[in-house]
C-alpha cells in the first residue's frame, strides 16, 4: 500500500519521502491516508509520537496548485511550540516545491508576520488568536484554502479556544476538506467536530499495548509537601533524563524555582512562557544540557522529545487517556521507561484503578542512594 500512495503523489513529496529514510507508513497514516486522500472529512484519534502530522500533510500539499496565490493550506494548533515544531515539518516536505510556507504565532512580532504574508505563502501554520488577528485585517485570506486542518484537536475545541475555532471554521469554504487529529478525541470533541463539518470519517488508532509493557510503572507514596523533595531525588539519579508534569502552572513554577534553589537546571514550560525563553530552554533541553523539563499538559502538546528515561507524575493523571498520554513521552521507538507517579495516600487507589483498567502493574517503590528500589 506504501509503495502505490508514494507513486501518486508530486514529485517533491516522492522525492522527500525518499531522501528521509521511511519505508513503511505507520498505522495512523494506513488509515487516515487513503479517504484524505479521496477528499474525505476526518477525524482521528492516535498516540502521540504515531505519525498524525505526515498523515495529513501529504493529503493536504498534493493538492497545492501553483496558479493559486493564496493560503492553500492552514494548519490550526494549540501551542506556540507545536506551530514551530509543525511548520519545521512542512518546511522540510516542501523542498524543492517551489512553494513556500509561514508560521503565524501568538508573542511574534505581527508586523513581520504580515511581511510574510505578502509573499503569498501556500501553506501557513498558526495558533487559533493570531491567524484570527490575520484573517480580521484582511491579511489572510481564506477563500482558496482547500484543505483546514485541527492539530491537537481536544486542545482546540476547550473554551479558550473554541470561538477562535469555529470562527476559522466559518471563515473557509464549504467545500474546505477539514482534518481533525489529536492523540486524545473524547466523545465530547467527536460531537462537536461533527457538528461543525458534518460529513466525516472517524478513525482511532488504539495505544500500542506493547508500548505500555516496554515501560516500569511505579509510585512513590508522600506527603503533598514531600512532592518536591522526592522530584529532586529523582531529578539527582544518574542518567536521569525526563519530563515531569503538574496540573497547575503557578505549583509548576514553585517546583521550578525549588529545583533550582538546590542549584538544578530546569525548563518550565507553560502556557505563558514566552517565545524566546521557550525556544532557547527547548535547545538546551534537546541537547541534554538540562536534565528535566517540567511541563503542564497543554504547554507540552505535540512536542517531540526522543530518548527520555522518565516521565514524572506530580499530580496524577485525570483519567486513562491523560495517563497513556503522558507515558507516551517515553519509551518510544522500542526503547525502555520509567513512569513514575508521586501520589499521596488518597491518590494511591486512584492510581490503581488507572493501572487495573489499563492491565499495568504498578510497583511501590522508593529512592535509596540515587536509586529507584
Same mark, same amino acid.
Not at 45 to 73: F, H, R, W
Not at 186 to 191: A, H, I, L
Given at each position: 500500500?506504501?509503495?502505490?500512495?508514494?507513486?501518486?503523489?508530486?514529485?517533491?513529496?516522492?522525492?522527500?519521502?525518499?531522501?528521509?529514510?521511511?519505508?513503511?507508513?505507520?498505522?495512523?497514516?494506513?488509515?487516515?491516508?487513503?479517504?484524505?486522500?479521496?477528499?474525505?472529512?476526518?477525524?482521528?484519534?492516535?498516540?502521540?509520537?504515531?505519525?498524525?502530522?505526515?498523515?495529513?500533510?501529504?493529503?493536504?500539499?498534493?493538492?497545492?496548485?501553483?496558479?493559486?496565490?493564496?493560503?492553500?493550506?492552514?494548519?490550526?494548533?494549540?501551542?506556540?511550540?507545536?506551530?514551530?515544531?509543525?511548520?519545521?515539518?512542512?518546511?522540510?516536505?516542501?523542498?524543492?516545491?517551489?512553494?513556500?510556507?509561514?508560521?503565524?504565532?501568538?508573542?511574534?512580532?505581527?508586523?513581520?508576520?504580515?511581511?510574510?504574508?505578502?509573499?503569498?505563502?501556500?501553506?501557513?501554520?498558526?495558533?487559533?488568536?493570531?491567524?484570527?488577528?490575520?484573517?480580521?485585517?484582511?491579511?489572510?485570506?481564506?477563500?482558496?484554502?482547500?484543505?483546514?486542518?485541527?492539530?491537537?484537536?481536544?486542545?482546540?475545541?476547550?473554551?479558550?479556544?473554541?470561538?477562535?475555532?469555529?470562527?476559522?471554521?466559518?471563515?473557509?469554504?464549504?467545500?474546505?476538506?477539514?482534518?481533525?487529529?489529536?492523540?486524545?478525541?473524547?466523545?465530547?470533541?467527536?460531537?462537536?467536530?461533527?457538528?461543525?463539518?458534518?460529513?466525516?470519517?472517524?478513525?482511532?488508532?488504539?495505544?500500542?499495548?506493547?508500548? /505500555?509493557?516496554? $515501560? =516500569?510503572?511505579? +509510585?512513590?507514596?508522600?506527603?503533598?509537601? &514531600?512532592?518536591?523533595? *522526592?522530584? @529532586?531525588? /529523582?531529578?539527582? $539519579? =544518574?542518567?536521569? +533524563?525526563?519530563?515531569?508534569?503538574?496540573? &497547575?502552572?503557578?505549583? *509548576?513554577? @514553585?517546583?521550578?524555582?525549588?529545583? =533550582?534553589?538546590?542549584?538544578?537546571?530546569?525548563?518550565?514550560?507553560?502556557?505563558?512562557?514566552?517565545?524566546?525563553?521557550?525556544?532557547?530552554?527547548?535547545?538546551?533541553?534537546?541537547?541534554?544540557?538540562?536534565?528535566?523539563?517540567?511541563?503542564?499538559?497543554?504547554?507540552?502538546?505535540?512536542?517531540?522529545?526522543?530518548?527520555?528515561?522518565?516521565?514524572?507524575?506530580?499530580?496524577?493523571?485525570?483519567?486513562?487517556?491523560?495517563?497513556?498520554?503522558?507515558?507516551?513521552?517515553?519509551?518510544?521507538?522500542?526503547?525502555?521507561?520509567?513512569?513514575?507517579?508521586?501520589?499521596?495516600?488518597?491518590?494511591?487507589?486512584?492510581?490503581?484503578?488507572?493501572?487495573?483498567?489499563?492491565?499495568?502493574?504498578?510497583?511501590?517503590?522508593?529512592?535509596?542512594?540515587?536509586?529507584?528500589?
Amino acid at each position: 500500500m506504501t509503495d502505490t500512495i508514494i507513486e501518486r503523489l508530486p514529485d517533491f513529496l516522492r522525492n522527500n519521502w525518499k531522501n528521509s529514510g521511511f519505508s513503511q507508513f505507520t498505522p495512523i497514516q494506513e488509515k487516515m491516508l487513503p479517504p484524505a486522500l479521496e477528499g474525505y472529512n476526518i477525524t482521528a484519534e492516535a498516540p502521540t509520537g504515531s505519525g498524525k502530522t505526515l498523515a495529513y500533510l501529504l493529503p493536504a500539499l498534493k493538492k497545492l496548485d501553483n496558479d493559486i496565490k493564496q493560503a492553500q493550506t492552514v494548519i490550526v494548533v494549540s501551542s506556540r511550540e507545536l506551530a514551530m515544531q509543525v511548520h519545521q515539518e512542512v518546511e522540510h516536505w516542501l523542498e524543492g516545491s517551489g512553494y513556500s510556507s509561514a508560521a503565524l504565532i501568538g508573542g511574534a512580532n505581527i508586523k513581520r508576520q504580515q511581511e510574510k504574508l505578502k509573499k503569498k505563502p501556500a501553506v501557513i501554520v498558526g495558533t487559533p488568536g493570531r491567524l484570527l488577528e490575520h484573517v480580521s485585517s484582511k491579511k489572510l485570506k481564506m477563500h482558496e484554502v482547500s484543505t483546514l486542518v485541527l492539530d491537537e484537536a481536544d486542545q482546540l475545541f476547550a473554551k479558550e479556544h473554541i470561538e477562535e475555532v469555529e470562527t476559522l471554521l466559518t471563515s473557509v469554504q464549504r467545500n474546505c476538506q477539514k482534518l481533525i487529529v489529536s492523540a486524545t478525541i473524547p466523545s465530547r470533541v467527536e460531537k462537536q467536530a461533527f457538528e461543525k463539518t458534518k460529513a466525516m470519517k472517524m478513525i482511532r488508532i488504539e495505544i500500542d499495548e506493547a508500548m /505500555l509493557q516496554n $515501560m =516500569e510503572h511505579v +509510585y512513590l507514596v508522600g506527603e503533598r509537601r &514531600d512532592k518536591a523533595t *522526592l522530584l @529532586k531525588k /529523582l531529578v539527582d $539519579m =544518574e542518567d536521569f +533524563y525526563g519530563i515531569a508534569f503538574c496540573n &497547575d502552572r503557578r505549583e *509548576l513554577e @514553585k517546583y521550578g524555582e525549588g529545583l =533550582e534553589y538546590k542549584g538544578k537546571n530546569v525548563v518550565i514550560l507553560q502556557g505563558e512562557t514566552n517565545k524566546q525563553q521557550r525556544e532557547t530552554s527547548m535547545q538546551r533541553f534537546r541537547k541534554k544540557e538540562i536534565p528535566v523539563l517540567l511541563a503542564t499538559d497543554v504547554a507540552s502538546r505535540g512536542l517531540d522529545l526522543q530518548n527520555l528515561t522518565h516521565v514524572i507524575q506530580l499530580d496524577l493523571a485525570n483519567d486513562v487517556h491523560q495517563y497513556i498520554h503522558r507515558s507516551g513521552r517515553t519509551a518510544r521507538a522500542g526503547r525502555t521507561g520509567t513512569v513514575v507517579s508521586i501520589v499521596t495516600e488518597g491518590e494511591l487507589e486512584r492510581l490503581l484503578q488507572i493501572g487495573s483498567t489499563l492491565g499495568l502493574k504498578m510497583v511501590k517503590k522508593r529512592i535509596s542512594h540515587g536509586k529507584l528500589v
